[in-house]
């Protein structure tokens, strides 16, 4: 599944279109290499996101073609969390 619709998928960003404008901008990372919009996941990945100040690492469980809103949740685990300071 490509890691634009996934985004979606998950809820973690809004629109599929502004998860391209972010993937182009090179804040997101796959097991450690840079994703573009076209990037392949499946499960078991490490996905790096930077959300302005929000930096999350995810593993993904689960890469379904639909999920309803109170499953997306499910969809990934958090293993890290954190806020950037900007000094």
């Known amino acids: 599944m490509r890691i634009d619709k996934y985004l979606k998928l998950t809820r973690l960003i809004k629109r599929r279109t ?5 993937l182009d901008r090179d804040l ?3 097991n450690g290499k840079i994703a573009k919009p076209s990037s392949e996941i499946k499960v078991n990945d490490e996905v790096l ?7 999350l690492l995810i593993k993904v469980l689960k890469t ?3 999920a309803k809103k109170e499953d997306a949740s499910s969809l990934y ?3 890290k969390e954190e806020i950037i300071d900007e000094a």
């Open 49 to 55: 996101l930077q959300l302005g100040r929000h930096k």
């Open 64 to 66: 379904p073609d639909y």
């Open 28 to 30: 997101f990372y796959i």
């Open 77 to 79: 685990e958090i293993i």
């Open 18 to 22: 502004v998860a391209k404008e972010l």
